[in-house]
């Protein structure tokens, strides 16, 4: 009996050990393949010195905005319906780095998603949706998302519904205006603008609602801030908990107003401006623009202004301004710990890059960087990524990767979407 005891002693111990070198042979496996290695080249991009860049796909559609669960599983938002879906859920199942599976759902296009508290944002051109998600962060029932928001204006400019969420169980939706400077006639020579703009109670601003509440409406929610002519980027900064947004500034002061404004001007200015919203603020659309030359507040000139008027003394300033028609889609503050600490509660911004900047060559097309320290800029912005566009000067924004969404995965790496030839890159830093 002694010795069968002795030999089944042995039998378990030899059985163990196969185990846990076949364990230790499976963590060494998992853990090498989950080392990201950046494409050669960076796949184009120009990145600081120890940054390095792959591209996660290029094979869903046109992605808008993306988020990313703690697993490292990319939701991102399509312009247009990819086999019929305008939300894709995209995994990486091997640890390279690079999407190889992906799954679809929802049968509408747009721009707005977000993760929160268990739940999938996403908004159509005129409506806001959430999903429930399961313990991985995958949505539970596709097929059934319950509507949040509904009938929110989309007059086909300025239409698309970006959204971020607060601490307190708050959405705020932009809403853009279907105008340029609310003129009479819209974006014709000499034109005067409305006065009040009747625009402004139903778009040009962003509305707050309930994270929670089905079936909202205009009604039923808050008008948060007005006089933003369009804002596609956005971002709810924990630091300051408040909401930070950039603006779509206006265009043609020069087609619009020629006496008035040089061709040089008018690629200039306005200025893309960065705020921080708080509720009741006014950033002053149709009736001024900010001008970054001069830093001040311009009236408007289809309200009487010649380029060198100022006003707008109700209106809010921006935090940091930045060159006309760049066109800031994506608006990120990082929070991770992989990058070095400069970048830490910095902001990132995705420039679209513009196309109305002639005889002048276009701009952006890149995703830059504004330090910040106590939810203040503490410095100069600088182009953090680019080389999305290929080599200066940019002629045709046609064959151009175009950056659109921004998002931060869990290790602390930078997603940037590409929403013209549908490339998702990842940035990481390796310090080499």
Request: hydrophobic share 35%; glycine share 12%.
């Amino acid at each position: 009996m002694k010795k069968f005891f002795l030999t089944l002693a042995a039998t378990i111990i030899s059985v163990l050990l196969v185990q846990a070198h076949t364990t230790a042979n499976n963590d060494s496996t998992k853990q090498k393949s989950t080392v990201i290695i950046p494409d050669p080249g960076n796949a184009g991009l120009i990145l600081p010195k120890g940054f390095g860049a792959l591209k996660v796909t290029d094979a869903y559609g046109k992605p808008r905005h993306i988020a990313v669960t703690p697993e490292g599983y990319i939701y991102v938002k399509l312009a247009r319906l990819f086999n019929g879906k305008g939300i894709y859920l995209l995994k990486d199942t091997n640890g390279d780095g690079r999407v190889d599976a992906a799954t679809g759902l929802g049968d509408y296009i747009g721009t707005g998603i977000a993760l929160k508290n268990g739940y999938l944002y996403a908004s159509s051109d005129e409506n806001v949706y959430r999903y429930k998600l399961n313990t991985q962060h995958e949505v539970i029932t596709p097929n059934q998302p319950e509507e949040i928001v509904h009938g929110l204006l989309n007059r086909r400019e300025h239409e698309s519904k970006s959204i971020t969420l607060d601490n307190d169980g708050n959405i705020y939706v932009n809403v853009g205006a279907y105008s340029n400077s609310c003129q009479v006639q819209d974006r014709v020579a000499g034109s005067p603008g409305m006065k009040p703009c009747p625009i402004l109670d139903s778009a040009g601003g962003i509305w707050q609602f309930k994270a929670d509440q089905p079936h909202q409406t205009y009604g039923s929610g808050v008008h948060y801030a007005k006089g933003l002519r369009n804002v596609v980027g956005l971002d709810w900064n924990t630091q300051t908990n408040s909401l930070f947004v950039m603006q779509h500034g206006r265009d043609q002061l020069h087609d619009n107003w020629p006496n008035l404004y040089t061709v040089q001007q008018s690629a200039e200015l306005p200025a893309e401006c960065m705020y921080e919203i708080h509720k009741g603020d006014n950033a002053g659309w149709p009736y001024i623009y900010y001008d970054q030359i001069q830093h001040k507040k311009i009236l408007a000139p289809e309200y009487g202004g010649d380029g060198k008027k100022t006003a707008g003394e109700d209106a809010i300033n921006p935090i940091i301004a930045f060159p006309g028609h760049l066109a800031p889609d994506g608006l990120l503050f990082y929070t991770g710990n992989m990058f070095p600490e400069k970048y830490k509660y910095g902001a990132f911004i995705a420039f679209h890059g513009s196309w109305n900047r002639a005889p002048l060559p276009q701009e952006g097309y890149y995703v830059v960087f504004v330090p910040f320290k106590n939810g203040k800029p503490t410095g100069e912005w600088e182009v953090f990524a680019n080389g999305f566009a290929g080599k200066p000067p940019i002629i045709s924004t046609r064959n151009a990767y175009r950056p659109c969404g921004l998002a931060q995965g869990p290790d602390g790496s930078l997603y940037v979407t590409d929403d013209n030839k549908g490339a998702i890159y990842r940035i990481i830093y390796t310090g080499k």
